[in-house]
């Protein structure tokens, strides 16, 4: 590949280091959004733990000023929206308003980053088609008003062309099983997400009617 490199024009080499770019970028993204991912499933572990262990919610304090990752903001605000609200008629429509617009920012945490990784699965192999175009009608452009063209002296030009599809296929190649894999994680988080809020929502309207 180091002698591929060589042999690339100038566009190819600059495509070619545009892609360990991408690469980089990828499997930072890769590895910081498992690791994220790891965390707010513990967070929400130890938060839905910690609401199983109360026998009252309403009387815990509503800042939960201990308590964090994304079922944690929901207690929060949902716990705030109904002390704010607890005197009105219609406190458990205000609480599970609140708890769906804390649901969708939660979400928008959970999805953070999935878009630049998805854009660089999808934008890396056209990227690396485009320095094999780009190299292959340079190799032909030099040698088409030259004597005696023949494979050896074509072969060198095409070659550097094609490592540009090469790093391009390396570079999308883990990244697509890795968002597919975060991408199926996300998803199951957020459906997490969405049923704490629906049983956390139904609990603060039980103890309120006590």
Request: net charge neutral; glycine share 10%; no cysteine.
């Amino acid at each position: 590949m180091i002698q591929a490199f060589a042999q690339a024009n100038l566009a190819g080499k600059a495509i070619v280091m545009l892609l360990g770019v991408f690469s980089m970028v990828a499997w930072t993204v890769m590895v910081g959004k498992y690791m994220e991912l790891a965390k707010f499933r513990d967070q929400n572990r130890g938060f839905q733990m910690r609401l199983d262990a109360t026998e009252r919610i309403l009387t815990i304090d509503p800042k939960l000023p201990e308590a964090k990752g994304p079922y944690a903001h929901l207690g929060r605000e949902g716990l705030k929206a109904y002390h704010t609200s607890a005197k009105s008629r219609n406190a458990i429509a205000h609480v599970e308003n609140s708890l769906q617009r804390a649901v969708a920012w939660s979400q928008l945490r959970y999805e953070s980053r999935m878009t630049l990784l998805g854009s660089i699965v999808s934008g890396a192999p056209f990227l690396g088609l485009l320095g094999t175009v780009w190299g292959v009608m340079d190799a032909f452009g030099a040698i088409a008003g030259s004597e005696g063209a023949s494979i050896a002296t074509l072969a060198p030009g095409v070659s550097g062309a094609l490592l540009t599809t090469v790093m391009g296929l390396l570079v999308a190649i883990p990244s697509v099983f890795g968002y597919n894999y975060l991408l199926t994680q996300v998803k199951l988080l957020i459906t997490d997400l969405e049923n704490f809020a629906s049983l956390l929502a139904d609990r603060i309207e039980i103890e309120s009617s006590d």
